[in-house]
């Protein structure tokens, strides 16, 4: 890989909501944790699911299917926490899985779709390809 | 080079710098004649001046360099110190204060323009130093000393009739000196710090040319005596002799005779090779500075700390295992000692607060035509950083509010008696676990039929509640948004308007303030703040499974209440509690908890009563915990502001507990 190709590679944590895969750019991602006890806040939005210890550390976590309309399921063994730090926020999203990192380049990212069926469309600002899969590319700032 | 790498330990020592010329400043006022302090703000000046040189600021740099002349000129006693002077130097420091905040909100000098300051400074300077040059180039120009000018002479003569020394110098230099011209100018320097420099062999000008050989000779005025002169020349590197002589009655001197010889002096001082070591004072204790973050982040490790220990308590409690137990009560120990002396380094004498207020109160009084003398006391006081962050506001606004509405002008003092000057009180002391800060005037103090009329016209209370209202619920009025005694609301401050706002923010910080006011008298604030913000005792709660933690400042005792006590007053909730009606709030349902609508007449509630100021309520929860040391976190940036909700703590198990904002719940 040359060096003009590796700035135009970006890095994508891949995690599953409702089997669709979506994709946040790995420098927002500080960690990823199962899910742990959570302590719930009042008098906050529904999809905040309140705050969780992470290592003396308070965060807050937000679950992503609710945030995007999705249907509710139990949280399992597969359930993972996606620790986020964009600017002074650190937030942990709840998603369904989350297994790999992969390499994107520019040509194999699209412009999201103008036309949605689905709450999600807002928070998307691309749509990657790899290996005959779509990823959705998240907008963080849009779903924080 | 970058330069931006020091750019925080420039702020941080200008604003210590700074800090020390506020000091200087105001004692100058105090002792104009003082030349110690025109010293100390000389050298403020010029530390600043180089800093802010090396850092590329020229702005600040020009700037003290002017202002470094015009103190120069007062240090050799070519300008008399007057109050056009000190407050031109005052607004100097504000000027300097201004570009310094503006670095370090912005990493930049700054666009403001001091340009008529510098102007001012000059103008000071040249109104009385112009026929000073004038006759110091006349007097360089005389070529040979036994030649002085019969207005040279004149000059010595005037000035040994006032009491001055004249003495003629001569200096050689050491024949391996390397700059020539640069130990000339020292020594000229080190001389001007002594007198005034009237004559020079070679001129001025052909010495920093280096257009002399090893030797020039220098005649000064001076009120020093001889020693202390050679003694100060003798600190000076390079030099090989120094020869010093008085001249001595000029008044019976003919023209060609100046010297008279039998009087002279030699002093063929051979350079001692070893400097004198001056000895200073170590009075300042060995400091390090610390940036607040790898404090914050010690404070944070000794808070898991703590947390752990709780934990451990726990599960020794329960343990039979006598080691156990002792080695558990061992990390006790060690973990109460290191959070206190984590805390103590965090913390801060409170002078860093009172240091602004003389000043204020010098531009407030000059600006009200009052006088009044400020008596702080306890400057020592030591709090932490997170509340000295927080205190300074509420006090400026109470010593405004003193000022301007609390002490008479000294006309109206003296037609009732009082002292011509005010007296305004600042009083720090530590009190257990608490500080306390008090502002106190000997003013007028507050005229409580006049409250009482306010609160009644801005229909606050009804004129019948307003009759039987006693002293304290009267004071309390004060406090109330948006309320005003001021006839007018002057633009320094209004007694009472915004005393709201004071309120709220010392209750913000865990603290409580008080009043106490005697006609004719004066008033006292006292206020009440805890020593710490990140560690309190707190009351653990539980609401059905959830666990919260309530600050123990902020209760006032626990009792149980009857539910068939309970009544509905305009769908609120209260009960009669020592026959005082006290409102009930449901802690299960302001936290969206669901609560099951049995209603058990004969039910024993469990009820926190909790206060802010003077107000009361009935807290309901389900159980009681008991009560714990806990460590305050942040809830993040993203869920602050959340209702009812002050933070969360980390317990003993690891799970989280939100601790409860009292001050919002009613």
């Known amino acids: 890989m040359n060096s003009i190709e590796s700035v135009n590679t970006n890095q994508y944590v891949l995690f599953k909501l409702e089997n669709e895969s979506y994709g946040i750019e790995i420098e927002y991602v500080k960690t990823i944790e199962k899910i742990t006890n959570i302590t719930r806040v009042p008098n906050t939005k529904p999809y905040v699911k309140g705050v969780i210890n992470l290592r003396g550390e308070v965060i807050p976590v937000i679950d992503l299917r609710e945030r995007f309309g999705l249907s509710i399921t139990d949280y399992n063994n597969e359930t993972r926490v996606i620790i986020v730090s964009i600017k002074d926020f650190v937030i942990g999203l709840i998603v369904d899985s989350s297994s790999e990192v992969i390499h994107l380049n520019d040509n194999e990212v699209d412009n999201p779709p103008t ?10 600002k691309g749509i990657g390809k790899k290996d005959g899969n779509l990823i959705m590319l998240l907008n963080l700032k849009k779903v924080l | 080079m970058d330069i931006s790498q020091y750019l925080d330990i420039f702020i941080d ?62 240090r ?94 001569d200096i050689t230099l050491r024949e391996d000196c390397m700059l020539k011209a640069a130990r000339a100018f020292i020594v000229f320097n080190t001389l001007e710090k002594y007198g005034e420099i009237i004559y020079s062999k070679p001129s001025v000008e052909d010495i920093e040319d280096e257009n002399f050989d090893l030797s020039f000779s220098i005649t000064i005025l001076s009120k020093n005596d001889k020693n202390t002169i050679l003694d100060e020349l003798n600190k000076i590197n390079d030099i090989e002799m120094i020869e010093m002589r008085k001249l001595e009655n000029m008044n019976s001197m003919s023209n060609d005779k100046i010297i008279d010889e039998t009087n002279n002096i030699h002093n063929k001082i051979q350079k001692r090779t070893e400097k004198k070591t001056k000895k200073k004072n170590n009075i300042v204790g060995k400091t ?28 020794g409690g329960r343990s039979e295992n006598h080691n156990m137990n002792e080695a558990i009560e061992y990390l006790e120990r060690i973990t109460t000692s290191i959070h206190d002396a984590v805390m103590k380094v965090r913390m801060v004498p409170i002078d860093r607060v009172f240091n602004r207020f ?43 509010n003193s000022i301007d509405h609390g002490i008479e002008s000294p006309k109206e003092r003296l037609k009732i008696g009082k002292k011509e000057f005010g007296s305004l009180y600042l009083r720090a002391y530590p009190d257990g676990n608490n500080v306390v800060i008090e502002v106190e005037d000997d003013g007028k103090g507050i005229d409580l039929e006049k409250v009482k009329r306010k609160a009644v016209d801005k229909k606050l209370i009804t004129e019948e509640i307003a009759h039987n209202m006693s002293k304290e619920e009267i004071i309390s009025l ?54 710490t913000l990140a560690i309190i005792q707190a009351l ?7 666990i919260y933690a309530l600050p123990l400042s902020s209760i006032k005792e626990i009792t149980t209440i009857k539910s068939q006590t309970i009544r509905k007053v305009q769908n609120h909730e209260v009960v009669l509690f020592r026959n005082k009606t006290l409102p009930i709030i449901r802690l299960g349902q302001v936290l969206g908890i669901e609560k099951t609508d049995k209603i058990d007449k004969n039910e024993e509630l469990i009820t926190v009563i909790a206060k802010k100021g003077d107000k009361e309520a009935g807290l309901i929860v389900d159980k009681l915990i008991g009560q714990q040391e806990i460590v305050i976190k942040s809830l993040g940036k993203y869920l602050s502001g959340t209702r009812y909700i002050a933070g969360a703590t980390i317990l003993g198990d690891g799970s989280i507990s939100l601790i409860l904002d009292i001050n919002s719940l009613f």
Request: with cysteine.
């Open chain 2, 288 to 315: 390090v500075r610390v940036d607040i973050d790898r404090l914050d982040n010690l404070m944070n490790l000794v808070s898991e700390l703590i947390i752990i220990k709780t934990r451990m308590e726990e599960v």
């Open chain 2, 478 to 531: 004060l406090f109330k948004a948006g309320f005003s005694t001021a006839e007018q609301i002057s633009d320094v401050s209004g007694r009472g308007v915004g005393l709201d706002v004071v309120k709220n923010k010392i209750e913000s910080i865990g603290g409580n303030i008080e009043v106490e006011t005697a006609k004719g008298k004066g008033t006292k604030f006292t206020i009440r703040i805890p020593l």
């Open chain 1, 115 to 124: 036309i949605g069926e689905t709450n999600t469309v807002e928070f998307i």
């Open chain 2, 13 to 74: 020592e200008s604003k210590e710098h700074l800090h020390n010329l506020n000091g200087s400043l105001l004692s100058l006022e105090k002792n104009p004649d003082d030349k110690e302090l025109i010293n100390e703000i000389f050298r403020v000046a010029h530390t600043l001046k180089g800093m802010s040189g090396t850092m590329g600021f020229n702005k600040i740099a020009n700037l003290t360099h002017e202002m470094e002349n015009l103190l120069d000129a007062i």
């Open chain 2, 358 to 400: 003389p000043r204020m109160v010098r531009d407030l009084s000059k600006e009200l035509g009052k006088d009044i003398k400020l008596i702080m006391s306890g400057e020592e006081t030591e709090v932490d950083r997170t509340v000295i962050d927080e205190i300074g506001d509420p006090l400026i606004h109470l010593i405004r």
């Open chain 2, 76 to 169: 050799n006693d070519r300008l008399a110190i007057n109050t056009d002077i000190i407050d031109l130097l005052f607004k100097c420091f504000d000027a300097l204060e201004e570009y310094i905040n503006i670095i370090a909100t912005e990493g930049e000098e700054g666009e403001q323009d001091n340009r008529d300051l510098i102007i001012k400074l000059n103008s000071v300077l040249n109104n009385n130093e112009g026929c000073r040059s004038e006759t110091s180039i006349k007097t360089e120009q005389a070529d040979n000393l036994k030649n002085l000018s019969q207005y040279a002479i004149n000059i010595v003569k005037k000035a040994q009739e006032k009491g001055l020394n004249a003495y003629t110098i």
């Open chain 2, 540 to 546: 653990l709660i539980k609401l059905q499974d959830e």
